[in-house]
């Protein structure tokens, strides 16, 4: 086990990594978005009133599963030039010089809100000497990463099996209809990840409520050093509901430190404030980490930083060159996606064929979507054709934590009624995957065949 920091370099790697995704996050449009709750007499969306709230971190990895470089950016209307939050190798934290607190709408649609502090209760981290304070935006379905890791730890500390029965309980919570109530954890899980089934994240955050483990739940972050992962509780957690409404916060450099942990970076991955050292196999158990891996690497979703579910559409550009798991493939190579909750198959409807073809890049990632969300956070690392590049060896993780969520888009769909998620399943701005882009064409895409 690795007894010292690998500090060769990190701080010029992460200066000059910071300065690149500082720019390519200025030069991805974020900053052109309209807004479709504000529209002129003919219909047409107008510019959004505000920039959105933008957290983007990336760490990269060495093909020896070390860490050479982060970078963490927050960009919102005070800070339309970015912040580059300085990381040091030790904590690699912005815990100890951001005061980030969690999403509230009415703050940020509101500006004489806007303008006051956050209420007390809302602020996740509040270090000393804050340089300034940072609204998280609502992590949505990126929070079910945060779940499904402290269901992997209660199995590591034996209090469940992966095979165990968990049931919901449907007093007082209007259970949805034809739909099982009790399943194996595993299904819980795998079907919250890979298809984002909201009634299963409903199922599990009751559970955690009912046995007294929410509260220990934000505790395991805390003792991470992960404070700005805020991990609840929803509004209702006595029926696992209302989220959106509760207390979750997913700062984009501490979810990229929990991916860390999830795809079992070697060595010390960092040293909380306190002094507490961090192993990855010392919080996870490799059997865990290899099914939350198996989890992240099977989601459908195939629309964000990697938009190949939406190949072929005329207002879409491409990110990360990613395959798509076979079992989302519809017969006309179209990106199909079941949703039993709402008995609904979505089907993207565009074919993938000549973007499938030129898949080049493994990602497990999770996403996430709401009127006023909109994220993807994942590990990155080249497929094995590329292995003879001379830099595809190394990996990196990317979380990119927004509120320009379905109410937003590019300006070329401002006609889009009711928007553009809607009538052409395009969720997400072509910012993300531009960013995607950026940071790939520095990390692999210039490397040279030996």
């Not at 007894?3 to 370099?9: I, L, N, R, V």
Request: glycine share 6%.
């Amino acid at each position: 086990m690795t007894k010292k920091y690998s500090k060769c370099c990190f701080e010029s790697n992460s200066k000059k990594l910071s300065k690149y995704i500082l720019d390519a996050l200025l030069n991805s449009g974020f900053n052109k978005l309209v807004y479709y709750n504000n529209r002129d007499s003919s219909g047409t969306a107008l510019p959004s009133p505000f920039l959105p709230q933008v957290d983007l971190s990336v760490i990269e990895i060495s093909k020896n599963n070390k860490i050479l470089a982060a970078c963490n950016i927050l960009y919102d209307r005070d800070h339309p030039e970015g912040y580059e939050v300085q990381l040091n190798r030790k904590t690699i934290t912005a815990n100890n010089k951001i005061s980030f607190n969690i999403w509230r709408e009415e703050r940020w649609i509101n500006p004489e809100l806007w303008n006051k502090p956050p209420a007390v209760i809302d602020v996740i981290t509040n270090p000393p000497n804050p340089v300034f304070s940072f609204m998280l935006p609502y992590p949505a379905s990126c929070l079910k990463t945060m779940i499904a890791f402290i269901f992997m730890t209660l199995v590591d500390e034996g209090k469940l099996k992966l095979n165990s029965i968990i049931t919901y309980k449907e007093t007082g919570c209007h259970p949805v209809p034809n739909i099982p109530k009790s399943n194996l954890l595993s299904v819980w899980l795998t079907q919250m990840i890979t298809i984002s089934e909201n009634f299963d994240q409903k199922v599990l955050l009751q559970y955690l409520y009912l046995n007294n483990e929410l509260k220990n739940s934000q505790d395991k972050f805390n003792n991470l050093g992960l404070n700005a992962l805020k991990f609840g509780p929803p509004a209702n957690p006595e029926c696992g509901k209302n989220s959106y409404d509760g207390f979750f916060g997913m700062g984009s450099i501490d979810t990229s430190k929990l991916l860390l942990i999830i795809f079992g970076v070697t060595g010390i991955l960092w040293t909380t404030l306190d002094g507490k050292k961090i192993y990855a196999d010392k919080v996870l158990s490799k059997k865990s980490q290899k099914f939350l891996q198996n989890l992240l690497y099977n989601n459908a979703f195939a629309e964000v930083l990697n938009p190949v579910g939406l190949c072929g559409s005329p207002y879409k550009i491409q990110g990360l060159k990613t395959c798509v798991p076979p079992q989302f493939i519809g017969a006309n190579n179209n990106l199909v996606v079941p949703l039993p909750e709402i008995d609904f198959i979505l089907d993207f409807g565009y074919d993938m064929s000549n973007c499938l073809k030129k898949a080049n890049t493994k990602f497990a990632h999770n996403t996430g979507l709401t009127d006023f969300a909109g994220g993807d956070h994942g590990y990155i690392s080249k497929c094995k054709k590329c292995k003879k590049c001379k830099k595809c060896n190394k990996k990196y993780i990317i979380t990119l934590h927004t509120s320009a969520g379905k109410k937003f888009a590019d300006p070329e769909l401002a006609n889009a009624k009711p928007d553009a998620c809607d009538k052409y399943n395009i969720c997400y701005s072509n910012a993300f995957p531009k960013i995607a882009n950026y940071i790939n064409k520095l990390l692999f895409i210039s490397c040279k065949k030996k």
